[in-house]
């Protein structure tokens, strides 16, 4: 008997099924191509690494298919970026980056002004703790929030289901677990005052993901601003885990580079 493609793929999926799918924990082990996610309708599958097959470029995750048309949504759903589809956002991530440090600069500055080393260190204030909070901090605060809503109006046009700005993600480096924690839960937690439970929450500025699952990571970006510019572009220590941000995100999520993004400087 002669099967089509997708009738030979939906056979493999009830077969694999049936025998990988069973987990059910909610933290993922080490650091595998895939996390779980607990309010995704593949979690179960996201949860047990044996419930994935490899088809090429694309990941199946075969729970119960009723069809070969359920099979072909599965591969789609999955569906990672293109090499030059991440370039790209890498260039959007520049030229936000630039926008954000030329609008704020002129804002705070003074049209075509950008801030002098002694500007930088000066200290506006104090936090809530007595901590000194200097020009360069409240400079690359407001950058930050240009460069993310510009992010957000441009990815949204191009991939919008596969990039998250700020997304948190629970990482235990003694046992190498991570947890993606969506966003209305981070929301709700915070509001109610349970900071304690995002404690050592890896919050990486732009990430890149497979269509839907920002639980399975393609690639990350932080973006800085260096104060004055021609500074060195260096990654910050995690308060938390005592290292640097960067060297988190590639233990944590899997990734073989996590990449800074600066005025100048482009994608580093």
């Not at 999926?13 to 993922?28: D, I």
């Not at 179960?44 to 990941?59: H, I, K, M, S, V």
């Not at 404690?199 to 399975?216: F, N």
């Not at 995690?238 to 100048?264: C, D, N």
Request: hydrophobic content about 40%; aromatic content about 8%.
């Amino acid at each position: 008997m002669v099967f089509s493609r997708w009738a030979r793929l939906y056979l493999v999926l009830v077969g694999v099924m049936a025998n990988a799918c069973a987990g059910t924990a909610s933290w993922t082990q080490g650091a595998p191509d895939t996390y779980s996610q607990s309010d995704s309708a593949s979690s179960a599958c996201l949860r047990n690494p044996a419930c994935f097959t490899q088809a090429g470029d694309e990941a199946l995750m075969p729970w119960v298919a009723r069809s070969a048309g359920a099979a072909r949504t599965v591969v789609t759903a999955l569906r990672l970026l293109e090499v030059a589809e991440v370039h790209r956002v890498g260039q959007i991530l520049a030229d936000c980056a630039n926008h954000a440090s030329t609008e704020v600069n002129d804002r705070r500055l003074g049209k075509g002004q950008r801030p002098t080393r002694e500007q930088c260190q000066t200290v506006m204030e104090r936090d809530s703790r007595g901590n000194p909070v200097t020009r360069a901090m409240q400079l690359g605060l407001e950058k930050h929030q240009v460069a993310l809503e510009c992010a957000r109006a441009k990815l949204a046009a191009l991939f919008p289901t596969h990039f998250a700005l700020e997304p948190h993600y629970l990482y235990d480096a003694a046992t190498g677990r991570v947890r993606f924690v969506p966003p209305e839960l981070v929301t709700e937690w915070l509001r109610d005052g349970l900071f304690h439970l995002l404690l050592g929450a890896l919050v990486p500025d732009v990430v890149l993901h497979a269509s839907g699952e920002p639980s399975r990571v393609q690639a990350v970006f932080d973006f800085k601003f260096p104060c004055p510019s021609g500074n060195p572009l260096q990654w910050g220590q995690h308060p938390h885990h005592g290292a640097p941000q960067g060297e988190l995100y590639e233990q944590a999520l899997g990734i073989k580079r996590a990449r800074l993004v600066a005025p100048g400087y482009g994608v580093q």
